[in-house]
């Protein structure tokens, strides 16, 4: 059994008011693999980059138990690269630049040995692309997770839309949420996104959290106030990487365990913003990991 994460794998170069780095390793496949293998040791990753792409950088992902047999490397071509710049609030940036290179005609190969998957992570690509990972994974998995953004809905909405009734997860942020649904208050939002086929919805709220919709209930995340954030890149695939993560540990698909999932990938996030780019996720302990969710839940905790 396992877990496997379709995304890109990428150099970023980014720049928040706190700094600027030149090409760093980011993507969102990198993003959310690391994070969920911080829960489950069968994390198998589908993405393509080119021969500029270091081996060290692959070997490092390998380290986290992280199988990289799904990642092509294609010879004479160039990763995908992306840069932003942050504004002072650190809620909002601009996009500077986005090189599709490698990712312009992506083929997603399923590597026979990838066909045991029960968890799937479909991180932010061409909705067409995730469509295609879907079927060619030929037992249908246990739970599909999708992470999509502004820009598909724009561009792409029925492929978009396709895709959604295919899943079991959507996670969004608020604006993208209102956006697919036409919808002000998110809780009629939720309601119409939740007819369009998968069971529960996150919407993502950045620094004030994340909301979990399934059928009538909803709960209700926080962020953890932070007193360094650094760099907001990856927050969301680091998010939905250690949601799944966590899901496949647990084995069991039901709202109670998604709750702890939120606050374990929320866990995860708020280590990501406190250093530029892979960098904190990269080394962390399961001790520290523990004591930040111990900080959630004394957050939150009020008795009446
Ligand atoms: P997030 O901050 O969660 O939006 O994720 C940022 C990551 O997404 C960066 O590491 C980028 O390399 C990657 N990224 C940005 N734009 C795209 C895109 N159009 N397709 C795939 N990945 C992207």
Known sequence: MSLVVIGSVAFDAIETPFGKTDKIVGGAA????????????KVKIVAVVGDDFPTE?????????????????????KSFFWAGKYHNDMNSRDTLVTDLNVLADFDPIIPAS??????????????????????RIKKRPKLIVLDTMNFWM?????????????????????????????EYSLVKAARKILTMGP????????????LLFHEDKIFAAPALPLAEVFDPTGAGDTFAGGFIGYMAKVGTVNFN?????????????????????????RNLTQQEIASR?????????FEL
């Open 114 to 135: 990838y066909q045991d998957c029960e968890f799937l992570m479909l991180g932010n690509l061409t909705p067409q692309v995730q469509q295609t990972v879907i079927s």
């Open 257 to 281: 365990n998604m709750k702890n999932a939120i606050i374990f990938g929320s866990a995860l996030a708020s280590f990501c913003v406190e250093k530029f780019g892979t960098e904190k996720i």
């Open 30 to 41: 990198t993003y959310a693999s690391l994070a969920a293998s911080y829960f489950y040791d």
């Open 293 to 301: 969710v111990q900080e959630f839940v004394s957050l939150s905790r």
């Open 154 to 182: 724009d561009i792409a909405l029925d492929d978009l839309l396709k895709t959604i009734s295919m899943i079991d997860v959507l996670t969004i942020n608020d604006a993208e949420a209102r956006q697919l649904s036409g």
């Open 199 to 210: 069971a529960y919805l996150i919407i993502k709220k950045g620094e004030h959290g994340a």
């Open 57 to 77: 950088e692959i070997a490092d992902l390998n380290k986290h138990k992280i199988n990289t047999e799904g990642l092509q490397v294609k010879q004479g071509e």
